[in-house]
């Protein structure tokens, strides 16, 4: 079956002039990364146990594909597919059933991530740099069991706001100032960027403030009127 699959990419043949697929590819990839990117910034929190599950689904699958290569680098022994069916399976789980869980692993993955970015000094290299990392991470941590509802909604935006940034940027910012400087470029796409994460955070906490919030066992509870 991979084979075919294969067989089936190549006879495509995006590359090539001839093709329609391949001529249009450009714009096709940015409209898929608008559509992508605008769901996530209008309904990740409206649809959130969806969401979850596919992005469990996905990374559950990459870790998967991690594993198989760390434990048979060499090849042989159990197919991939089995590492890739069996941990996207159990991420999609996770994700969708232990919600609370995702909010602590979201908390510190974005306060290590943001740490690193506002204060590199204080993770440069050196002895300490995974004891800075793992404080960071523990105290992002906390923060996302007490705020899953946040970090959910930030991270959903982040993600969306990249991808409808990228989809921009291919189908319209590079035909209109493809010719600017490298500093302009990167305040044209900051001003694209920002806005779009900004309301893509206040969209979904004022329509999240509508609907409920989340309890502690991470199901959805209707707001009180």
Known sequence: ???????????????THK???GIH?????ALLSIVF???????????????????????????GL?????LQPAGGGVAPILYLATCAA??????????????????????????????????????????????TFLMGGGLGAIFPRFFFVFNSSLIGAIFVTYGLSAAVVSRVAGSVTADTAVLVHL??????????ILY???TAHAQGAIDSTGAPVRAQA
């Open 1 to 15: 079956m991979i084979r075919e699959l294969v067989d089936l990419v190549e006879r495509l043949n995006l590359s």
């Open 37 to 63: 990117g605008g769901s996530f910034l209008l309904f990740a929190w409206r649809h959130h146990a969806y969401f979850l599950g596919v992005t469990g689904f996905l990374v559950g699958g990459w870790a």
């Open 90 to 135: 159990g991420g999609a789980f996770i994700a969708t059933c232990w919600r609370r869980f995702v909010g602590i692993l979201l908390g510190g993955f974005t306060v290590a991530v943001l740490g690193t970015v506002l204060f590199p000094r204080t993770f440069q290299p050196g002895d300490h740099t995974l004891t800075a990392l793992g404080m």
């Open 204 to 206: 979904q906490l004022t």
């Open 19 to 21: 093709n329609a697929v």
């Open 66 to 70: 991690m594993l198989k290569s760390h």
């Open 25 to 29: 590819f450009p714009e096709i990839l």
């Open 191 to 200: 001003c694209i960027f920002l806005p779009l994460l900004l309301f893509g």
